[in-house]
């Protein structure tokens, strides 16, 4: 079974700072699919970004980018230019390639705290 | 669309008593699944549909649980009778075909409380 750690249970940055949070997992499987979900107060779980395993390249989208390291079994996620609205929960998840399921297997999450 | 439309958004009864957790998934998605977030366990997946089918009730706790998926356009997680360890936000999550990489898109989530 695949496990998922995220191992900062807090994280706060300075607004228009940049912060990283880490994610590392545990997978017996060659190919996969990580994510970074956002979960603001509202609860609403807002997917941030997401990368496919076979891929070398790092996924961006806009301030937020990862630095997937498949040999460490690494996925941490990249916040510049922090704004307020960014503090939230972040929880790092993890899905098999293959078709026996959809399934996310989550991380326990960080919360991130912005300061003004 | 809509999105994902859960319901009730709180629910507060007693122990004992018959919850009822229902889900509308976004026109089109043919995968839902069931998912409870707690403080000590955070997010776990309890069941899985695809095309209105049960593909994985692993993460389903006990009997008192059950889920079902009478047709594409709803879905219920039900306990009987429940217990104050069931209190938690149950989110439900839609998504279409069996690609892994398609977004799962989430409800709102319900908030349980059990007394």
């Known amino acids: 079974a695949q496990t998922v750690t995220q191992s900062q249970p807090e994280m706060s940055v300075q607004e228009a700072e940049t912060v990283t949070l880490s994610c590392t997992y545990d997978?017996?499987?060659?190919?996969?699919?990580l994510f970074w979900y956002k979960q603001p107060p509202s609860r609403q779980m807002i997917l941030v970004i997401r990368q496919e395993a076979y891929k070398q390249q790092n996924a961006t989208e806009n301030r937020f980018s990862v630095n997937f390291q498949k040999a460490a079994k690494s996925f941490s996620l990249k916040i510049s230019d922090s704004q307020l609205g960014d503090a939230a929960m972040y929880f790092c998840a993890y899905r098999s390639a293959f078709a026996a399921g959809n399934m996310l297997t989550f991380g326990g999450g960080t919360r991130l705290m912005v300061k003004p | 669309d809509a999105g994902v439309i859960q319901s009730p958004r709180h629910e507060v009864t007693e122990m004992g008593q018959e919850v009822t957790l229902r889900c509308k998934p976004i026109s089109g998605h043919n995968s839902l699944f069931w998912y409870r977030q707690t403080m000590m366990r955070g997010l776990e997946l309890l069941i899985y549909f695809n095309n209105n089918v049960p593909i994985d009730d692993s993460g389903m706790p006990e009997d008192r649980f059950s889920a079902k998926m009478p047709n594409a356009s709803f879905s219920t997680l039900k306990i009987q009778p429940s217990e104050p360890r069931d209190s938690a936000v149950y989110f439900c999550?839609?998504?279409w075909g069996d690609g892994s990489y398609n977004e799962q898109f989430f409800g709102p989530g319900t908030r349980l409380t059990v007394l």
């Open positions: 999550a839609t998504t």
């Open positions: 997978t017996s499987e060659s190919d996969y699919y």
